[in-house]
């Protein structure tokens, strides 16, 4: 559930996750832990993460309130994306964010992130993601910035990992 301010997105977090994104990189989730899905958006991701076979907790509850799950994994708000990773730091669990590839130039992720291990998984193509607009999914959307995983704690294979390869 991202957004993002560009000439055509406005400033908000109405952007839900496509089921692909989730199959993307089902590979790299383990099947023997809990996830939770932290943002709840349309409830459609947590839907997803399930139907590929995964323990699944995704409830409308306040992230920074809550601690749920082994794993974290969500496409969290891009407008508080500050507060957010600050707060998965301090929750010390693995996660798995989408988030703009450009959060990574940012002064805050990289004092966030400075020593701790990352590690990022890029999509073959841009995600299009699912714009929701009062209560409505847009048919006509493409998405036009492009994403990454971003990892932490989940001992991938390797520190970058292109998909698609």
Known sequence: MAGYETKTFSKHDDYMTPKSAWENIQEYIPKDKVIWECFFGDGKSGENLRSLGFEVIHK???????????????????????????????????????????????????????????????????????KISEGKEIKENKCNFDCFYYCHKMNLPNDIMFLGQ
């Not at 082994?70 to 693995?94: A, G, Y």
């Not at 450009?102 to 701790?116: H, Q, S, V």
């Open 60 to 130: 409308e509850i306040d992230f920074f309130e809550s601690n749920e799950g082994e794993i974290l994994i969500s496409n969290p708000p891009f407008t508080r994306k500050k507060e957010i990773f600050q707060r998965l730091i301090d929750l010390d669990k693995p996660f798995i964010m989408i988030a703009s590839q450009n959060l990574i130039f940012t002064k805050y992720f990289r004092e966030i992130m400075k020593d701790k291990i990352l590690q990022i998984i890029i999509p073959k193509r841009r995600i299009q993601f699912i």
